[in-house]
């Protein structure tokens, strides 16, 4: 009979004359840390239905068995000894009888204490009302085992949506004896890891982490890198977050638009006009013909008028600090948007007042003022 003490999931054994043995009853050996399924028949008494054995060298700590799978309903015990296989009838283990889903553990204080050479594991199966795959699990670990260190436990990513960030590094190494054989797994598919796996006898490995910000809306976004190896119990995890901005609308500088010629407002339909700002240009370009363009180095100017109709200008000149365009004729009168771009962004905008006739005089000091830049021709009576 199994008889369950209060609180602790533990199966003790009163009697078990009783207990059955299932047909096709085999022997698996067990590699440290790496899992094994089984099967869990359906029955309705207490029947040892398989048997694992793994070895123990001496400079071991701590032997873990842990059984995982099984339904909530299931009712399974583990029954372990050192040396030889358990005796079903009755039922012998060296240690208690532990239930389901936990953990039964050895270590140098248990009693009897843990010790090199071998040990098996019986599964009994106390209740099933079907049959089903388990996975049974045992990690040795030893002063010379492998261990993990990493050197981060957690990596922060920042940046604006549609922009990648820059990848980041952190290293992996064997704090322990032997060779650790790790792998590199993640969470979460905007998170790529290189290398994916390695190996350290004590050498750090430098793991390179980059993040693909495509489809990602602007936000925070958290994923878990996990750092595995065959034989060790657990894994090292890092935390990864990734906070992704949206974009700030570019500032748009000012613009001052003047007629060319008074560098006074305001200025007519055909008229040359002068734009003044920061960054209108690449760097400096002259229209090369009579037919003037409406782009000049990557420079564009677009004139929207009083009754919303926007038209792109005929350009002379381009600079950083200045724009020099053509009022588009039929601009209806009254104040006009002036709106200058390089390429894709807008580099300043401003407004400027349109008048029916805006007299203006190119002058020789190029103020607007004082004498004409211009010629005089003095004609006499008889045609001199």
């Known amino acids: 009979m199994i008889v369950r003490l209060g609180r602790r999931n533990v199966l003790l054994l009163v009697g078990s004359a009783g207990l059955a043995v ?23 008494s207490p029947t040892l239905t398989c048997c694992f054995r793994i070895e123990v060298p001496a400079d071991a700590t701590r032997l873990e068995f842990r059984v995982t799978g099984v339904s909530a309903a299931t009712q399974l015990a583990l029954a372990v000894r050192f040396g030889t296989q358990p005796l079903s009838s009755p039922l012998t283990a060296d240690y208690p009888v532990i239930v389901g889903n936990n953990t039964l553990v050895v270590t140098p204080a248990s009693t009897p204490p843990l010790r090199p050479g071998t040990y098996y594991v019986g599964v009994v199966v106390a209740g099933s009302t079907a049959s089903q795959t388990a996975v049974m699990t045992a990690t040795v670990t030893s002063d010379n085992a492998p261990r993990i260190a990493v050197s981060a436990l957690s990596l922060s990513f920042a ?43 004590g050498q750090a490995v430098a793991t390179r982490v980059s993040v693909n910000v495509a489809n990602l809306a602007a936000g925070t976004h958290d994923a878990t890198l996990r750092i595995t190896a065959p034989g060790i119990a ?13 974009p700030s609308p570019p500032t748009v500088r000012p613009v001052t638009s003047v007629s060319a010629a008074s ?8 008229s040359i006009v002068s734009a003044f700002g920061q960054d209108l240009a690449a760097g400096v370009e002259v229209a090369a013909s009579a037919e003037l363009p409406d782009t000049l180095g990557g420079t564009r100017v677009s004139l929207t008028d009083s009754a919303g109709v926007e038209r792109f200008c005929q350009l002379f000149f381009v600079a950083p600090g200045q724009v020099n365009f053509l009022v588009p004729a039929g601009t209806t009168l009254g104040m006009a948007r002036i709106r200058i771009r390089r390429g894709d962004q807008i580099a300043g905008e401003g407004t400027l007042q349109i008048d029916r006739v805006a007299p203006a005089i190119f002058t020789a000091n190029s103020s607007g003022q004082g004498v004409a830049a211009a010629q005089v021709l003095r004609v006499a009576a008889d045609g001199t």
Not at 22 to 44: D, I
Not at 235 to 243: C, P, S, Y
Not at 263 to 270: G, S, Y
């Open 263 to 270: 560098l006074r407002a305001p200025a007519a339909p055909e």
């Open 22 to 44: 299932s047909q096709g009853f085999t022997e698996t050996v067990l590699s440290s840390g790496v899992a094994a399924n089984f099967t869990v028949p359906a029955v309705t």
């Open 159 to 201: 940046s604006e949506v549609s922009v990648n960030p820059a990848a980041q590094n952190f290293s992996i190494r064997n704090s322990g004896g032997g060779t650790l054989n790790f792998q590199v797994a993640s969470t979460a598919a905007w998170l790529s890891i290189s290398p994916s796996s390695g190996s350290s006898t």
């Open 234 to 246: 657990g894994a090292a995890a890092i935390t990864v977050r990734l906070v992704l901005t949206s």
